[in-house]
């Protein structure tokens, strides 16, 4: 079984810290993903990573960063979170598009 | 035009109904096209896939495509209270994918 795993299920940070996002993958994925998932908006890419050290812009990239040192490792931070970054974050991977694996989200309050 | 449009529901049926749920897209170089489930509070979760046009059936669940109308759904049979979730549609082409926005159904004991 794929196993995707998110560093921590719920999360409160202050206006203003940096925050890491960390994600693990088990299964070698070349893919990893980063969503943001908020009522009546859906699922949005904020970035991906088809290799290590590699990393592409999503929709919504402004106010992140992401980190891919090693394969089955996927990062993303919050520079100065804000309150409008409160949400759900998902992570993904994916040896191709059409079978994503997501891990449990973790729900990012930012007060 | 949004490129993939799902009603959000929430759609509500009793046990043992017939679930129906669709979404209609708009990029024609989409190929593969995918259900997700998400219960509350967990990560979605794939459901099923299908390529091109055509039907796909697993168990209780039938994914239909029609390319040339550019509309994809996905059927429960004999819905059960752990159907309960909401169910996402997601089409990939051209290095695009793309998810609808959820739809939210409650099978009722």
């Known amino acids: 079984d794929v196993k995707v795993t998110q560093s921590s299920r719920y999360l409160v940070k202050r206006t203003g810290e940096k925050v890491f996002l960390e994600c693990v993958q088990d299964?070698?994925?070349?893919?990893m993903f980063w969503y943001r998932q908020d009522p009546g908006l859906g699922l949005r890419l904020i970035y991906f990573?088809?290799?290590?050290?590699?990393?592409e812009k999503g929709d919504i990239p402004e106010g992140y960063s992401v980190s891919r040192e090693k394969k089955e490792r996927f990062s993303l931070i919050l520079e100065s979170a804000s309150t409008n970054q409160t949400s759900m974050y998902l992570c993904?991977?994916?040896?191709?598009?059409?079978?994503?694996?997501f891990g449990p989200g973790t729900r990012l309050t930012v007060t | 035009q949004k490129e993939v449009e799902q009603d959000p529901g929430p759609l509500s049926v009793p046990e043992g109904a017939i679930v129906s749920l669709n979404c209609t897209y708009s990029n024609s170089a989409f190929q593969y096209f995918m259900w997700y489930r998400q219960y509350s509070r967990k990560g979605p979760e794939l459901l099923m896939y299908?390529?091109?046009?055509g039907n796909k059936e697993d168990g209780r669940f039938t994914a239909q495509v029609d390319k040339s109308s550019k509309y994809i759904s996905l059927f429960i049979r004999d819905s059960q209270p752990s159907d309960s979730a909401t169910y996402l549609c997601?089409?990939?082409?051209?290095?695009?994918?793309?998810f609808g926005k959820g739809n939210q159904v409650v099978v009722i004991p």
């Open positions: 299908t390529y091109s046009s």
């Open positions: 299964m070698d994925h070349e893919n």
């Open positions: 990573s088809y290799d290590v050290k590699m990393k």
């Open positions: 997601a089409m990939e082409g051209n290095n695009r994918l793309a």
């Open positions: 993904a991977s994916s040896p191709r598009q059409v079978a994503m694996y």
